[in-house]
């Protein structure tokens, strides 16, 4: 299986300008890599003119969250069908920062995870532990187990929070086993705290398809030698 590797922009950087630097720069040195996926997951009001950037660059693009609805009243959300037609392949589903800021619930992430699905965008799932995993999955046919993406993102581990430190290479592989068991077929990725320094052991000993990186994937030399990486080894 080809390695996945995602950026989670989060809410960077400050300006149009700099998202379209940083997306230039990827697109210049990481269009000849073969051995891994590499998919961008800027701010919602930078998706269109980044996905131009991004055009014939063999990188994918992807958004931050979705509404688990098609349409209608839903103020301040963005459909699947919007995130389309601008070309988002994935789509990042229950990350521990708006499970935290915006009180999302598992309900809500399985709604939001199957409404993915149905619109052909792979979710990225972000999971701490198998209750989350297990709550969203529910109503989820297995045949569509391949199409999902979980990342295994235990909070402590995340750069931003106060004294975050990437999570053992081996309890990551025990994770990825057990998830491995649930959601058979799915890839599944490590988040937390990953560098160019860390990965190629998470790739080893940690026993995962690929990354999703937060505060990493901001510098364009630091995730270009992380893409590398994960693509090479
Ligand atoms: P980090 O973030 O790589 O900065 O730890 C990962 C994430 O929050 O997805």
């Not at 922009?9 to 051995?35: F, Q, T, V």
């Not at 940690?206 to 270009?224: C, H, I, N, P, R």
Request: aromatic share 6%; charged share 20%; proline share 4%.
């Amino acid at each position: 299986m080809k390695r996945l590797v995602i950026a989670n922009w989060k809410m960077n950087p400050k300006n149009l300008k700099e998202a379209l630097l940083l997306a230039g720069s990827l697109k210049s040195e990481l269009k000849d890599i073969r051995g891994a996926e590499v998919v961008i997951c800027p701010p919602f009001p930078y998706l269109a003119a980044v996905a131009r950037q991004l055009r014939h660059s063999g990188l994918l693009l992807g958004a931050q969250d979705m509404s688990s609805e098609e349409k209608g009243a839903h103020t301040g959300q963005v459909s699947p069908a919007m995130l389309k037609a601008f070309g988002c392949a994935f789509v990042i589903l229950g990350h521990s920062e708006l499970r935290r800021e915006s009180g999302e619930t598992d309900f809500m992430v399985n709604r939001k995870l199957r409404g993915a699905l149905k619109n052909g965008i792979s979710p990225v799932l972000c999971v701490e532990n198998t209750i989350q995993l297990r709550k969203a999955l529910q109503g989820v046919p297995r045949g569509a187990y391949g199409r999902i993406v979980v990342a295994y993102e235990p909070l402590w581990a995340i750069s931003t929070n106060k004294g975050a430190k990437a999570a053992d290479p081996s309890r990551v592989a025990a994770m990825a086993r057990t998830f491995r068991m649930i959601v058979p077929g799915a890839a599944i990725l490590y988040g937390g705290s990953v560098s160019s320094k860390n990965a190629a052991v998470f790739l080893k000993k940690g026993k995962v398809e690929g990354f999703l990186v937060g505060q990493a994937s901001l510098k364009a030399e630091e995730f270009t030698n992380l893409v590398k990486i994960a693509a090479f080894r």
